[in-house]
């Protein structure tokens, strides 16, 4: 559309405490603006990238996936440094903002298509696993020569003022500059890399500007306007500061000493005004758009490798598990029993479960060979097939049990098995789940901490210079709820009756502690879920180290399950433990042969409930 523009570079609160842009706010202000795509492009992840691009689609906008990312120079032809190779160049403002890191540069890269965001999710992966500490600071540094390898399908965009092209322009290092664009260039095919112009308002604004236009033409590469954009309004500029300030680990003014609120998402009209004498610059954002044609094929399922017998299915490997499970589930084999087999049975071949299924029973079948005490639970307790499968144990049949509440063939979404182990074991469980299918194809599910009445007043009362002892007392005593109700909960509730925050001159940071309601702010770890795939996760999502040191997926479980993939959840029971620990000490008592195992009481003796009540 001509006259029209893009936003390809774009923070959300996705990128953890730099950036104050919500998903759906921008994606409601693109529509609004009518623009017909938008990128997302968070620090150093696609932490947010999935919901983006299913609520983009949505609501008719053309989702651009993408990330901002730190590359380096170094470990080039196998060279190990500890600087780019060309000479050390001081970033612009405070090393290490968001995701970014004092050894490399920002870079703006972003999808065109799906080989894209696999070697997208390859290089982010890479960069948080190589060379950190599980749980240490991240460095996350992707080098040049990973990224040339990795390149294809992917659009660069030379970055921001903390680009190497960028920086080197802003401290006259004109040698540099042309150094860093040349070799950034010889990673991406022609035509795929550009030089970013990003307009900050400032008084050096306009000859940053020329500078990078005329290197540009003198290297025969083409420009790109983008505006860096961290928050949707110019009125959300404190919020951002707020939010960079804390994450920088200072206190207001922002860390980056910022003296206009220019990164907002601007309208085609104001871009276009900016970049008047570089319009070339604003229709390049409309060529990219038409470029990014990612489908991450939504709709479709992808499970992990099964291995069947030769001339077998997955299919008819199941249905001989059932019925021989029913045989010795049931005796005799009812005609009911039976028909809902049938059912069931076909129900998972027209939803295509069968490998879902599968997968489960062998890590079922492999904690009963060791002799570790489990039990599926759940909706899955309504099937029959899971029952004569061995992975839950109440008779669907007896109890009268609805299967549709468990899967319905009008409402196609993956069935969710929980199965609890014994947590003295689970481990054991966990270890043969990563022998079995590869450490490369498992991964713990992430979760997503986002901020409530509590951490956000901390997060304010932090930005806003108040000491440790003032940010604890601030915060003390507030309840576990959404931070927009934090005036509510001071005047109604009996233990907010004296807070110091009722104390006058806590006005400014009442307003902040509302606006920061609901936003992210790290990554977390699922209790119990896996992500188990045939292909290498990497090559569906970000992998990195979490605080616990375990490798998680930076997608959370309704992501996870978007995208197709299976998640299967593992998790420990203490009553399991204490079971196991009984049956233990009562054979000690009585004998093996008295408590063989496995060890079932009736359902219908009363002893064994009057024993349960008198505990």
Known sequence: ??????????????????????????????????????????????????????????????????????????????????EPPVGRLVLPGPSGLGRASATGFHLTVLAKDMTGYRNLCRLLSRAHLRGEDPGGPPRSVIPLTDLARMSEGLIGLSGCERGEVGASV?????????????????????????????????????????????????????????NDVHYLRPEEFR???????????????????????????????????????????????????????????????????????????????????????????????????????????????????????????????HARSKGIRYSGRGSAGDSIVTYCL???????????????????????????????FDSARRDEVIDYIYKRFG????????????????SAVRTAAKALGRTADEVNALSRHLPWVGARKIREVLATYPECRNHPLKQPGNELLLDITEQLDGYAMHLGTHLGGFLITAAPIETWSPLQWAAKGVVVSQYDKDDV??????????????????????????????GDAAVPEPFTLPHDDGAVYDAIAAA
């Open 1 to 82: 559309m001509p006259g029209g523009f893009v936003h390809l570079h774009m923070h959300s609160d996705f990128s953890f405490m730099d950036g104050a842009s919500r998903i759906d706010g921008a994606i409601e202000r693109a529509r609004h603006l009518g623009m017909p795509a938008l990128a997302l492009t968070d620090h150093q992840g696609l932490y947010g990238a999935v919901r983006f691009y299913r609520r983009a689609s949505k609501a008719g906008v053309r989702p651009i996936v993408g990330a901002e990312v730190v590359v380096t120079a170094c470990g080039v032809d196998g060279e190990e440094c500890d």
């Open 170 to 226: 802003l401290a006259g290092v004109s040698w540099r500059a042309r150094v860093a664009a040349q070799r950034l260039a010889e990673c991406f095919a022609p035509g795929d890399f550009h030089i970013e112009l990003v307009h900050a308002m400032t008084a050096g604004a306009p000859r940053y500007i020329a500078a990078l236009v005329d290197l540009a033409d003198a290297l025969h590469l083409p420009v790109v306007a983008t």
């Open 239 to 365: 919020l951002h500061e707020v939010l960079s300030s804390v994450g920088a680990r200072t206190t207001l003014p922002g860390p980056l000493g910022r003296p206009n609120a220019e990164l907002y998402l601007k309208s085609a009209s104001e871009m276009r005004r900016l970049f008047a004498s570089h319009p070339r610059a604003c229709d390049a954002t409309l060529e990219i758009a038409e470029r990014c044609e990612l489908d991450l094929g939504l709709g479709s399922f992808h499970f992990p490798s099964v291995e069947v017998p030769r001339g077998e299915t997955p299919y008819s490997v199941l249905s001989k598990l059932a019925w021989r499970g029913l045989e010795e589930r049931y005796r005799p084999v009812t005609p009911e029993a039976v028909r809902r087999v049938q059912h069931e049975l076909a129900v998972i071949e027209e939803l295509g479960f069968p490998e879902y299924f599968l997968v489960v029973h062998d890590i079922v079948e």
């Open 390 to 420: 061995g992975i839950t144990d109440a008779d669907p049949v007896a109890h009268d049990l609805l299967f549709e509440r468990f899967l319905n063939p009008a409402r196609r979404q993956m069935p969710d098995i929980d199965v609890d």
């Open 439 to 454: 450490a490369k194809h498992v991964a713990m599910v992430a979760t997503v901490n986002t901020m409530t009445a509590k």
């Open 561 to 590: 399950e978007a995208l197709g993939l299976v998640k299967i959840d593992i998790l420990g029971l203490r009553m399991h433990t204490a079971i196991s620990d009984t049956v233990a000490m009562a054979r000690e008592r009585v």
